[in-house]
């Protein structure tokens, strides 16, 4: 990893999956997209908490740990982001070439902010499921 980057942030809605063929023709694999705001935040004159700033960045991550990106986390969730910033070309709404910035994720993780309940399958379950 040439740069890290680590952010808290918002989802702006549920993460969106797909499987992406391969440039080599050997398979595919699959990556889940989200867009996130990682805010800033300082308390004002009367100590209450406010966003002052922050930015939106489009985030990536593949394989198994996009498929649990999409099954568990939607709109709105905190989560903890840590991976990589990349520079892509993509194109605007007339069609011309821009940079664009993304996070390419090693990690996605939740925020337990505003979480009400985590409930764990069966640890055999679970290896069942990793070995599919």
Known sequence: MQNLFIGKGNLAKSPEGQHIRRKDDSGDFFVATMRV?????????????EQVGGFWREVEIY?????????????????LVIGEEREFIGKDDDGNEVEVIKVVAEDV???????????????RQREEEMAD
């Open 109 to 123: 993780a939740l925020v337990l902010t505003r979480v009400e309940e985590i409930r764990f399958a069966p640890a």
């Open 37 to 49: 705001m990682f805010g800033r935040y300082a308390r004002d004159s009367e100590g209450n908490i």
């Open 63 to 79: 394989g198994p740990k996009a498929q649990d990106v999409c099954k568990h986390l939607r709109k709105g969730a905190r989560v």
